[in-house]
């Protein structure tokens, strides 16, 4: 496992989490499951991999200014 990202809890309520994460190159966030539905909003181009419960895994591109459901 690489470098662990930056993590910053912005709103965590019972309706909605929202967290800022800062990648610097090569960094994740580790593996971790979803509690909610889930929106990247990228501030920059966001390359990323996806990891999947079954061991599979899903390569994604966010253009900056763009949001994707995961």
């Given at each position: 496992?690489?470098?662990?990202?930056t993590?910053k809890m912005?709103?965590?309520?019972?309706?909605?989490?929202?967290?800022?994460?800062e990648?610097?190159?090569?960094?994740?966030?580790?593996w971790?499951e979803?509690?909610?539905?889930?929106?990247?909003?990228?501030?920059?181009?966001?390359?990323?991999?996806?990891?999947?419960?079954?061991?599979?895994?899903?390569?994604?591109?966010?253009?900056?200014?763009?949001?994707?459901?995961?």
């Amino acid at each position: 496992m690489g470098q662990t990202c930056t993590a910053k809890m912005l709103v965590d309520d019972e309706r909605t989490r929202v967290t800022r994460f800062e990648f610097q190159p090569d960094q994740e966030t580790g593996w971790h499951e979803h509690q909610y539905d889930y929106v990247i909003a990228a501030v920059t181009d966001c390359e990323m991999k996806i990891e999947h419960p079954d061991g599979g895994d899903t390569s994604v591109f966010v253009a900056a200014g763009d949001a994707m459901l995961v």
